[in-house]
């Protein structure tokens, strides 16, 4: 380390050596060349900034249209399933709107991706396994299927077609090619994140150290001109006092070349003189006087404000020039009045400034402070003092220097709001990314949803996150689509929980609706008073209908509130095709395990929900009951009446069987007339009531068809209990049906229950 301390003295040593302009010069240049290379660097990085964030947008788009690619693709094979299970052409309609927007979802990734080689072949691969899973299996799919409705190939064909077509993985290839575009899209996302992190420490460094840097240049050229002013003028005052009292000694000269070190160097040549040549006292005399206009013309040369000070009167002994420029005012003035010194300084700064003055006898004080000029504009000057002191150290004068740096703090506090500004989108950039993320996530939770319930209460729980310190709630219509049900909702919502589609201004309006208690008058009718602040409502519309409403209550005054409408927009907008989803999804749930005509549960809904309700009461050693019912002599109905009139009797039945029912209890069409009630936790002695009050409600049922009243129907019952009767689903559905067929033997319009098997 010794090369380092001895090239800093080298440096120090030059920079002493220069002229006092020259110092003052190159401190200018240099904390001007740190600002302008801080102001070109903080352009740099904001502008890499700002391409980073393009380029994470667009990889959100990237993300955003794959997903919904994705879901389009399943809703496509969805309505496929459909179709297949229930044969109504009206389920392709799904299948043909998805069509359509997968392909311009593709068209839109391949754009999107084009700059991006691996991504693009992903894309096209994908539009081509798309392409080909149409041809090789969706349309030969529909075409079997047709010809199975024709009656042309058994439905065992279309399943073994199917069978096939699943092995071949076209659907699985197509889903793994978007999920691998996505994730890597998603790497790039994560990469483009962390660069904009890394760009935003360096900003932050940048704009902390140029700062430091200019303010450690400053000190360092505040202690060369103190070192060169303030400790020369006190070499001066203590040499003129030694010429008053006495000759003195032969002194060194120094040989730096600035201004004060020269006027120090005459005098010490002076004194020299004086000693080695012992001139008379007029020429000690002549040569003061000399002297002191050389100091005089220095000082009115130069840019700063010197001035000298009697320490016993406190009046001004001189004052340079430079004071009229810098104050505006004339020195005479300050020759007349002192005190017009401190009364120039701005109000709000002159305490300090006098604090600093009370203590200048004793030491040297430096002070920044603003003054206001006649004309009223205000200058920042920076002023510091020396006390001069005589050879019994008494202070007798006190020295000055003032200097203008207005400029430079002008450039501080320009440097400042940049800093804020940089700050204040940095934060901005962070939270528009930290909703992103959450709005990302929240689509992925509800997409992989597997009910409307479940799907619900991540929408609530993501919500709260998405717009913390507010109120919410999610409604979602009915399906009278006249009236609208709250689903979900955060914290203490003031929203009815049930409402009209007109109560809601945004629903009419098809628009979000902002009101606040400016204009209360514009408040939804759904909205409770007390009134929030301000409410926003979002409607929800996909493929052209309404699905519902989203509210946000704000509970104080919001600080952009076109950022929270746009965001409120963005999570609208994931939303709408994930709850249209989860519709369809249940509808088609209901259709596959409802009969139609009854409107009770299928044959096969009952198979898995038997043997589930069946282990059930295994485990809590309870009892369960089966009721087997077959409408009597219903061929010979069907003959006389035709089968519209049977299908009413059906139709009814199935209403009575709902209305007569528990909510725990499973009603079921079994097959052709015959129905199967499933009654848990009922006992044998429960379930013959209950068989009774269903066979008394189908004899009082009068059934008009085509304006004629049909003749009374009647039932006959088989009841089956467990453990009673039988231990599993297949010997239970056994005991009921032997029972029912008891009961047709032994007359009808009756019930019987099942013998007790041999011990």
Known sequence: MKWVRALTIAVWQKLDALQLRSKILLGFF???TIFTCTELAVYIALRASQQREQASASSNRVINVSDALLLQLVNMQTSQRGYLLIGDPEVLDLYTQGMRESQRLQAEL???VADDQHQLTRALAIRDGVERWQINVITPTFELRAQVSAGEHSFSDLTAFLQASVNRGYFVAIRDQVAELRAAEL???????????????????LLLSAPLAAIILALLIAVLLARNIGGRIAQLMQLTTQLAASPPAVLPLDGTKDEVSQLTSVFVQMANTIRQQHVSRELLLASLQENEERFRQLAENIDQVFWLIDSTSGQFIYISPAYERLWGRTCQSLYADPAAFVAAIHPDDRACVQAAEAGKLADTYQETY???RPDGSIRWVRSRAF?????????YRIAGISEDVTEQRQAEVHLAHINQELNTQVQAMEQHTHELRLISELS???????????AYAIIGASLHQLFPATDGALAIFKSSQKTLEVVAMWGKPLSSAVFGRDECWALRRGQIHHSHDADSILYCAHIRPPYPVSVLCAPLVARGALLGVLQVHQLAPAVNIEQRINLLQMVADTLELAIANLHLQDSLRQQSIRDPLTGLFNRRYLEETLERELRRVQRSQGTLSVLMLDVDYFKRFNDTYGHGAGDMVLHELGGILQQTIRESDIACRFGGEEFTIVLPDVDMDTAALRAEAIRMAVKRLQIVYQGQTLPSVSISLGIACYPIHAASVAELLLRADQALYSSKQHGRDRYTIAELPPA
Not at 188 to 199: I, P, V
Not at 387 to 395: F, Q, R, T, W
């Open 444 to 454: 992925d939770l509800v997409q992989t949803s597997m009910s409307s319930v479940e």
């Open 370 to 372: 603003r003054i206001v």
């Open 110 to 112: 391949i754009s999107l």
């Open 187 to 205: 790497v790039r996302l994560q990469q483009n994140t962390a660069a904009q992190q890394r760009a935003t420490s360096l900003l932050t460094i």
């Open 387 to 395: 006390p001069i002191s005589d050879a019994g150290g008494v202070v």
């Open 30 to 32: 240099a904390v001007l």
